[in-house]
């Protein structure tokens, strides 16, 4: 994972800060410019950029970037941006689940991204992060895989999700998971009828009409919400300087509702129980309104149609 260097007084007085806030109000925020200390310090807002420890930074996302895919969606938190597209291919159901589709994922981390990914620098983070993706999508309810099934043990729809990391900025795993969850929001699947003839052997025959498609579901599609450890305090989405002070941080994948269905300790570091249970506690008072929020920029972005103006994954 990217790294960054930081003195000893600079790492006090990121964990000082921290220690010293208030809890902020969980939602997402975005700021232009950090806030202006007084020489002894506020009791609240003291992160380096001015968040609340339960803050986000301004999330920019973009869906339908890539025109070769089923569905695509960019995503910049502060400094870090996430490429995502998902590719349909029909494919034989596994032997275990013959009435449903399923998803694969392939993680790949750009040397632009940092030179730490150069050669094959990327390559372990690449498969930490499509296991965690494995994870928090092994379960009946995330998405509705039977929905995917053309053919009961014959044919069904595979989504290939491929996530490009463009850029790191901290907090890869919740803008990895926000990207996600956007690209197959925006995912449209050509509709399929199985025709069947006197013999009994099945044709496939595909749809020519682009609206003639498959909509998911993403209500169940849960999102991963960081909480960094700092001093005896917890953050969400941490910047590099603020993970470069952590030395463990837990990984929580909330539904919409408020459900936790995986978590993941990362770090060097050990967390104690009470510590645990409060962060899982905030991770999904934050993913709610995470999820809140991304809904809602979603919908209003499919509704404006052809007249909103694309940026692109090259803008």
Request: aromatic share 6%.
């Amino acid at each position: 994972m990217a790294s960054v260097a930081l003195s000893e007084a600079e790492k006090v007085y990121i964990v000082h800060g921290v220690q010293e806030m208030g809890i902020g109000g969980g939602h997402l925020a975005c700021f232009s410019s950090p806030r202006v200390w007084e020489a002894q310090g506020e009791k609240e807002d003291l992160r380096v950029d001015g968040r609340g420890c339960e803050d986000y930074r301004c999330v920019d996302v973009e869906t339908d970037v890539v025109s070769n895919t089923s569905g695509s969606a960019r995503v910049k938190l502060g400094h870090t941006d996430i490429l995502v597209g998902v590719k349909a291919e029909m494919g034989t159901p596994k032997l275990e689940k013959p009435n449903e589709g399923y998803l694969e994922f392939f993680v790949d981390c750009s040397a632009n991204a940092t030179p730490e990914f150069e050669g094959r620098g990327g390559d372990d983070l690449g498969t930490e992060i499509a296991n965690t993706l494995y994870r928090i999508f092994n379960n009946k309810s995330s998405v509705d895989l039977k929905s995917l099934c053309i053919s009961p043990r014959e044919h069904c729809w595979i989504l290939y999700v491929d996530v490009l990391l463009l850029e790191c900025g901290g907090n890869l795993f919740d803008a990895i998971s926000i990207a996600v969850k956007a690209a197959l929001f925006n995912t449209r699947i050509p509709r399929v009828r199985v025709l069947e003839d006197e013999e009994g052997s099945k044709d496939i025959e595909l749809s020519d009409d682009p609206y003639d498609c498959i909509r998911l579901s993403v209500e169940n599609v849960p999102c991963i919400v960081t909480l960094c450890k700092i001093g005896y305090r917890h953050v969400v989405d941490a910047t590099l300087q603020e993970e470069a002070c952590s030395l463990a941080s837990l990984l929580v994948s909330v539904t919409s509702k408020g459900v936790v269905t995986c978590m993941r300790k990362v770090g060097k570091g050990s967390l104690d129980p009470e510590s645990i249970f409060e962060m899982m506690e905030t991770g999904k008072r934050v993913g709610k309104v995470l999820h809140t929020s991304l809904q809602n920029i979603l919908h209003k972005e499919e509704s404006l149609g052809t007249k909103r103006q694309k940026v692109g994954f090259l803008g």
